[in-house]
């Protein structure tokens, strides 16, 4: 079968569209022909081994996975002796590794159902995306209807869902983004919108009970400025270096201990239970994915340099087409 393979660390073009060993489900897993899958800011640092320290876990020279993408969504082709929940002829979604290929193991846990008004490309736009915006704002950032929520870098793939589940937990939401993305954030039903290159949040004198910083551009200090008192700052992106990382892990701990703010880091976890509330509130319509750009599988160099560029507006989705 076909799948993209990297085997050192490197921009895009270590990408490989090649042919490999269809894998077998071990008992836990199930076999997934592959519909769509898309990419995230986790594919390019895994193939980039950056920051550093993530080589510590995944290889210090190499990857120890050549294998790349985490979002998946298609159709169930076998299973596990010890699954239980799907047979064959599923249509699933949900997180695995090696999703940039024609097919791809996954474990039982990790995959729910997919919503039956969405298509498969739809889906594949929803899980590390929509997690990480979903626990961001219910299990670090604690939202509660009538909030004040702002989403900094509301346009991209975290940004565009974190906006409609802040929304749907009643809270009151400013988006901030691009000029040429701000009616993106007004269709998602943003409150507010404010364009980051005329007007500075962190600056303007409002204040928040919640930041969900999809793109963690600005300092601890400039986000705590911004919250008001018993307020949480939610940061689950940006490309800061190894120092800047270490440094914010030791501020968030020191000034969350010293003051009535709070700032930390996230990343979202595949959890099945969390899969199934989205699913539940994508079928209802109140939760859309936004997808920008479609690559077919063997395109995905170009996918993730347009991804790594950091423009945008919502998903990238990569299509696999329908064939051995």
Not at 193 to 215: C, H, K, P, Q, S
Not at 230 to 238: E, L
Not at 307 to 314: D, F, K, Q, T, V
Request: aromatic share 8%.
């Amino acid at each position: 079968m076909k799948a993209i393979v990297y085997e050192k660390y490197g921009s895009p073009d270590v990408l490989q569209f090649k042919e490999i060993a269809t894998p077998a489900p071990a008992d836990d897993e199930i076999l997934i022909h592959v519909r769509a899958a898309s990419a995230n800011p986790l594919d390019w640092h895994f193939m980039r081994g950056e920051p550093w320290f993530m080589r510590l876990m995944i290889g210090l020279r190499k990857p120890k996975d050549t294998r790349l993408g985490v979002d998946v969504a298609g159709v169930v082709e076998a299973v596990g002796r010890n699954v239980t929940q799907f047979k064959q002829g599923d249509a699933v979604f949900g997180g695995c590794r090696g999703a940039f290929a024609k097919r791809v193991c996954a474990k039982e846990d990790d995959l729910v159902l997919k919503p039956a008004n969405l298509s498969f490309e739809q889906a594949a736009a929803v899980p590390v995306a929509a997690l990480t915006a979903f626990q961001g704002l219910r299990d670090k950032g604690r939202i509660q209807p009538g909030h004040k929520v702002l989403i900094d870098g509301a346009s991209g793939g975290v940004g565009t869902f974190a906006i409609q589940i802040a929304k749907s937990f009643g809270a009151e939401v400013t988006a901030v983004c691009s000029t040429r993305n701000l009616q993106t954030a007004r269709s998602l039903s943003a409150d507010h919108v404010i364009d980051y290159t005329r007007e500075d949040f962190t600056r303007n004198g409002l204040r928040y009970d919640l930041i969900m910083a999809a793109n963690a551009y600005h300092s601890i200090f400039d986000y705590r400025r911004a919250l008001s008192r018993g307020g949480i700052c939610v940061k689950s992106g940006g490309r800061a270096s190894l120092p800047h990382i270490i440094l914010d892990m030791l501020l968030d701990r020191l000034l969350s201990l010293i003051g009535h703010k709070k700032t930390c880091g996230m990343i979202a976890k595949v959890k099945k239970t969390d899969l199934l509330l989205l699913k539940d509130i994508l079928e209802t319509g109140k939760i859309i994915p936004v997808i920008d750009r479609y690559y077919p599988l063997s395109h995905i160099a170009e996918a993730i340099r347009y991804l790594e560029e950091g423009h945008a507006r919502g998903k990238v989705v990569i299509t696999v087409e329908d064939q051995r």
